[in-house]
Nanobody, 125 residues
């Protein structure tokens, strides 16, 4: 049983940074795609960043490119999202997700099989 657990959310001011972590367990994620999504109140869940676990190639939504950096710790099965220059528009619940086996990252939430419970990120102006 795959389990994903996010941590690191909180309340920050615009321009601040946060580091989110996702601890993954339950199987080997070598051929999986993993990613971060977010959902703001009244809005659909949207893609933030993704990675093919075995290759480490990362993909970002245009809205976060240059500000967010995703990395993975293969030994610890942990996915990290470093968020810099945060804006009020980044306020949302952030979810870690996984799907596979797959050779590519897709930005569509419905393509992901496993989800964490989410962590709240609130950016005040």
């Amino acid at each position: 049983q795959v389990q994903l657990a996010e941590s690191g959310g909180g309340l920050v001011q615009a321009g601040d940074s946060l580091r989110l972590s996702c601890a993954a367990s339950g199987r080997t994620f070598t051929s999986y795609a993993m990613g971060w999504f977010r959902q703001a109140p009244g809005k659909e869940r949207e893609f933030v960043a993704g990675v093919i676990w075995v290759r480490g190639t990362t993909y970002y939504a245009d809205s976060v490119k240059g500000r967010f950096t995703m990395s993975r710790d293969v030994a610890e099965d942990t996915l990290v999202l470093r968020m810099n220059s945060l804006k009020p528009a980044d306020t949302a619940v952030y979810y870690c997700a996984a799907t596979g086996p797959t050779p590519r990252v897709v930005p569509t939430p419905s393509e992901y099989d496993y989800w964490g419970k989410g962590t709240q990120v609130t950016v005040s102006s």
